[in-house]
């Protein structure tokens, strides 16, 4: 992502980037995002399901299956952030959907705990449907700190430790390049081959944070980050799972005893976040409609968030929420 984001005056419009650069429609009909060069397709209500895709031209990514919704099939690669049914309730029926449109199956990274239940429940799946032969080239595979998984020859992603009610995990998307050195840059081609044939490296590998998830958390990850780049990405995707003020409720350390952020943390320590481009909000509480989120953002961010900040309510504008 080379051109710096167009920032949006009103986080109504979510259309943030150049008109020539955008590769994907935006509009409440089809529910992307387009940030940058990335297109976001966040599905993602507090309790209920959550199944963040992101797609550019060169990777297609999955965090969390807690629905298979259609835009996460072409996934290949799902990294799923803890337990809660919430998040990983939809495994089965992601292989599922694949196997129907003819696709190989997807690999889904884990934390290394969850891989012996993930991989009981599925087959559990299969084998009421008696047809367990078709989880034979299903990847359920363990993601620790410290592991690195490569997307493709320009991409990789590593894992960070966040704080929930259980064991969890967010993600960070990290861009590679091999450019030409700083002192090269300015010579004509015929010299910088002609160092390149006298066997001088002309190359640098520079890596960027790209995108970072951090599923379920609570806020402490960005005041003491356990990766720095946490606070380096050009898109953020976290939570902002409360929201509101109930007088006589301290709303903030409600979230907090729950595993949750509220709006107010971010809102306070608007500074952290000055090198994000861009953030996305998700995992709203089951309770707030989509114009009330849009009032919050608008109302409690300053203006320096105000303007990075988008909220990802498409499951809310669609009505993928369980109140009766
Ligand atoms: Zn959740
Ligand atoms: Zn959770």
């Known amino acids: 992502m080379s051109e710096p984001l167009t920032r949006s005056r009103s986080h109504q419009n979510l259309d943030l980037m150049p008109k020539e650069a955008q590769t994907v429609n935006v509009g409440e009909s089809d529910g992307w995002l387009n940030i940058g060069q990335y297109s976001v397709f966040a599905w993602s209500v ?12 060169d990777v297609h990514i999955v965090f969390d299956m807690g629905v298979a919704v259609p835009e996460s099939v072409r996934g290949m690669n799902v990294f799923i952030t803890h337990g809660h049914v919430d998040h990983i309730g939809a495994v089965a029926n992601h292989v599922s959907k694949r196997g129907l449109n003819g696709m190989k199956p997807a690999r889904y990274f884990v934390p290394p705990h969850l891989v012996d239940n993930l991989k009981s429940v599925t087959k559990a799946h299969y084998e009421m449907a008696e047809t367990v032969e078709a989880l034979e080239n299903v990847k359920v595979l363990p993601f620790a700190e410290g592991d690195c998984v490569r997307l493709n020859s320009r991409f990789f992603v590593k894992t960070f430790p966040t704080v929930h009610r259980i064991c969890s995990q967010g993600y960070i998307v990290y861009k590679e390049e091999k450019r030409l050195k700083e002192e090269y840059r300015g010579m004509e081609g015929f010299e910088v081959a002609a160092l390149h044939r006298e066997g001088r490296e002309i190359h640098e590998v520079s890596i960027t944070p790209e995108i970072a998830y951090t599923g379920d958390t609570v806020f402490d990850i960005f005041l003491n980050p356990p990766n720095p780049d946490l606070l380096k990405v050009k898109l953020l995707i976290t939570e902002a799972t409360f929201l509101d003020d109930e007088i006589g409720k ?7 005893d729950r595993g949750h952020t509220h709006l107010c943390e971010i809102a306070q320590n608007a500074e952290l976040f000055e090198d994000v481009e861009h953030i996305v909000l998700v995992h709203f509480s089951n309770k707030y409609p989509p114009k009330y989120i849009s009032d919050c953002i608008r109302d409690k961010l300053p203006l320096s968030l105000r303007n990075k900040v988008t909220p990802g309510t498409v499951a809310k504008a669609t009505k993928a929420t369980c109140q009766l």
């Open 250 to 256: 301290n709303m903030v350390q409600k979230a907090r």
């Open 46 to 57: 507090s309790g209920v399901e959550s199944c963040i895709v992101i797609k550019s031209e």
